[in-house]
């Protein structure tokens, strides 16, 4: 009797800690974020929250946080408009603001869309202080439109790191006399926009709004960071603080730019007739 009194607690401990998880995230689309545009929430099968953003042809939607960060690790998981998506950005990024002059940060995970069939180009992008055109593209190994997939940014003082399903596909390091995000707080923002003059093939192929209304699809918002607010900063630390690249990361960097990097900056040299960023020559 005492062994069957115990597997029961242990069962109702287990239901009560999965409760207490599906509860924790149903919440974060209303604790984290303000929303604009056709912004929809429903719950999967697990019941968990599912964000859907809205693309038609009056407007886009977006997701932008009520706290600003300084330095921490930001996860979320989207499912991408399915078959043809040219013309549509859907985008996981942190920004200090609008705008892009000298006390512009930013840092992106920006998913172009593309026509039915093609691979759909994550582009990942650093600005600090105005300075941007940092961009690493990579063509997807997967279908985003199949499933969730998960995407991160660890940011801290020493580097920025981009994880596509925990899998490192790219570092963006620090150094001392070139400019780096480390000084203005910025929101976390997920936004669906028609990217028609610039997504696909540089614009030559743009929407096609007999598909529309497009949607992408986010859940499973976490983060681990540092809130700024009053002048002061609260941060709990962790281990996402002192990140920096390890041999398996670089492992993983090596692969991804050797298969799926389909643009780099530090290799175009049409870009950067008068030489190219500091950084390239270091990394």
Known sequence: MARLSMTLLAVAVVALLQAASVASESTWLDDKFNTHGDVRADYDKSGRLVTSLVLDRHSGSSLISKQKYLFGKFSIEAKLVPGNSAGTV????????????????????????????????????????????????????????????????????????????????????????????????????????????????????????????????????????????DGKKDCSGGSWMDRVPDDDDRVTIAWAKRNCMSYNYCADGWRFPKGFPGECKRN
Request: net charge negative.
């Open 90 to 229: 859907s985008c996981f990024y942190l920004t200090s603001g609008p705008g892009n002059g000298t006390d512009h940060d930013e840092i992106d995970m920006e998913f172009m869309g593309n026509t039915t069939g093609q691979p759909v180009v994550l582009n990942t992008n650093v600005w600090a202080s105005g300075d941007g055109k940092k961009e690493h593209q990579f063509d997807l190994w997967f279908d985003p439109a199949a499933d969730f997939h998960k995407y991160t940014i660890i940011w801290n003082p020493n580097n920025i790191i981009f994880q596509v399903d925990d899998v490192t596909v790219r570092a963006f390091k620090k150094y001392d006399d070139l400019p780096y995000p480390d000084s203005r707080p910025m929101e976390v923002h997920a936004t669906f926009w028609d990217g028609s003059f610039w997504a696909t093939r540089n614009g030559a192929v743009t929407i096609d709004w007999t598909k529309a209304p497009f949607v992408t699809s986010y859940r499973a918002y976490s983060e681990h960071a540092c809130v700024a607010g």
